[in-house]
């Protein structure tokens, strides 16, 4: 089945060491999100590509960036995680077009140490 | 600029009875509208949409949803609750201008009893 695949589901890391998320998907979409969700509140967006085209939101910390390879890949990268980074990060995708709903992966659960 | 409101941020119901979950929204054209499950420690799941056409839209797992312009709201609905409905549950509405971009409500957690 086609989907929006995120390694790890559970990933640890120590205060201050940089941390990579990983997103694939098989659907072909031409944009992919990145959520922060922390203790089911609204997720919340960081940045989303439109193809190669890079939309950073404006209160996006710096610490948090992204690249995408291509267009079934996605990596958000934290460069310096705090305690106050612990979430739940969702990567999610949709096909341009002003009906079309996001499809979201089962995210990553982010601890910090 | 585009939002949603989810006004409970709970809602209890017992199994086999009506459910509804509310949503209310604020959009400057045309509105369209998402509802999302969310089960614990899984992605959002999509359920609906209203994009044009008929008030009443049906959707995934027996949902339902209703479309209001004059009282600009987008409940969820179902005619009668399973106890796997117990969820977390988001409305959401795409921004008008930046048709790629969406805009969640705080989320309602369903509870449904047995």
């Known amino acids: 089945d086609a989907m929006v695949i995120q390694n790890p589901r559970y990933q640890v890391t120590q205060f201050g060491k940089p941390v990579t998320l990983s997103c694939s998907q098989t659907?072909?979409?031409?944009?992919m999100y990145w959520y922060q969700q922390k203790s089911s509140q609204a997720p919340k967006l960081l940045f989303h590509y439109y193809d190669k085209d890079f939309n950073n939101e404006a209160d996006t910390p710096d610490n948090f960036q992204s690249r995408r390879p291509n267009t079934s890949f996605c990596f958000l990268d934290i460069r310096s995680p705090g305690l106050g980074d612990a979430a739940m990060y969702l990567c999610a995708t949709s096909k341009q077009g002003d009906s079309q709903p996001q499809h979201f992966g089962d995210g990553t659960r982010l601890s910090i140490l | 600029a585009q939002s949603v409101a989810q006004p409970e941020d709970q809602v209890n119901v017992a199994e086999g009875n009506p459910l509804t979950v509310k949503c209310t929204y604020s959009?400057?054209?045309?509105?369209?509208l998402f509802w999302y499950v969310q089960y614990p420690n899984r992605g959002l799941q999509f359920l609906l949409k209203?994009?044009?056409?008929?008030?009443l839209v049906k959707g995934s797992y027996g949902f339902e949803a209703e479309f209001n312009k004059s009282q600009t709201s987008f409940h969820l609905k179902k005619p009668s609750a399973l106890v796997s409905d117990s969820a977390l549950y988001f409305c959401?509405?795409?921004?008008?201008?930046?048709?790629?971009?969406?805009?969640f409500g705080s989320g309602t957690k369903l509870n449904v009893k047995p």
């Open positions: 209203y994009i044009t056409g008929d008030n």
């Open positions: 659907l072909n979409h031409n944009v």
């Open positions: 959401a509405v795409r921004d008008d201008s930046n048709f790629n971009k969406f805009y």
């Open positions: 959009v400057s054209g045309n509105p369209y």
